[in-house]
């Protein structure tokens, strides 16, 4: 597998609390994504990253905010955790975008209550 | 961005018979590449295609992409248990980033 790691792998938090999900790669790929993955939903993308500092919103950014500080780390933040965030969250790297492919992380289960 | 449609969103064979996936866009794709998701488990990329009319095989597995480039498919012959999984497709989206079908979830009955 590639390296990618995220962190945490589970979180239970509750209604309007902040949470930070991050994802870690040791591969120095340019491009990284967060994803969505919903019964029925298949995977949607929430935030991208096509560089440090350099990020573009997916088709269900509302609610979260990402930051890349670094090549190696992109976090994905929940200002206010809802209910309808319970979700696996995965991020994926890939070199070239759209034209090679991606490689996912073992993705995180996040439960709001 | 681009959407990809995926059929069927389920399909339940025995082991032993064919199984087909198919996804379809309303626009022109540069490519489409395919994923598989075992159970509990992530997205492993399995192959992309770039040209038109294109056939790529692994083993059991067969994929195609349309001519016009606007559809694929993905065939297994002679499902085994261990192709139990969800199959999806993604094509390029807005940016920089794919675009996923909501993905086959195939059962293979022993």
């Known amino acids: 597998d590639a390296g990618i790691t995220q962190s945490p792998r589970h979180k239970v938090t509750e209604t309007g609390t902040p949470v930070t999900l991050r994802c870690h790669q040791t591969e120095n790929h340019r491009y990284m994504y967060w994803y969505r993955q919903d019964p029925g939903h298949g995977l949607r993308l929430i935030h991208y990253?096509?560089?440090?500092?350099?990020?573009d919103k997916g088709e269900v950014s509302d609610g979260y905010s990402v930051s890349r500080s670094k090549t190696e780390d992109f976090l994905l933040t929940l200002e206010s955790a809802t209910s309808s965030q319970t979700s696996v969250y995965f991020c994926?790297?890939?070199?070239?975008?759209?034209?090679?492919?991606?490689?996912f992380g073992q993705g995180t289960r996040l439960t709001v209550v | 961005g681009q959407q990809v449609m995926q059929i069927p969103q389920y399909q339940h064979v025995q082991e032993g018979e064919d199984f087909t996936t198919y996804c379809n866009s309303s626009?022109?794709?540069?490519?489409i590449q395919w994923y598989k998701q075992r159970p509990g488990g992530h997205p492993v990329f399995l192959i992309q295609?770039?040209?038109?009319?294109e056939v790529k095989k692994q083993k059991r597995l067969t994929f195609q992409f349309g001519e016009a480039k606007k559809n694929s498919s993905l065939h297994i012959t002679a499902t085994q248990t261990t192709d139990v999984g969800t199959y999806f497709c993604?094509?390029?989206?807005?940016?920089?980033?794919?675009?996923f079908g909501k993905g086959t979830s195939l059962l293979v009955t022993p």
């Open positions: 626009t022109t794709l540069s490519n």
């Open positions: 993604a094509g390029p989206g807005s940016g920089y980033a794919l675009n």
């Open positions: 994926a790297i890939s070199t070239q975008g759209v034209n090679t492919e991606a490689f």
């Open positions: 295609l770039v040209k038109s009319g």
């Open positions: 990253s096509y560089g440090v500092k350099d990020t």
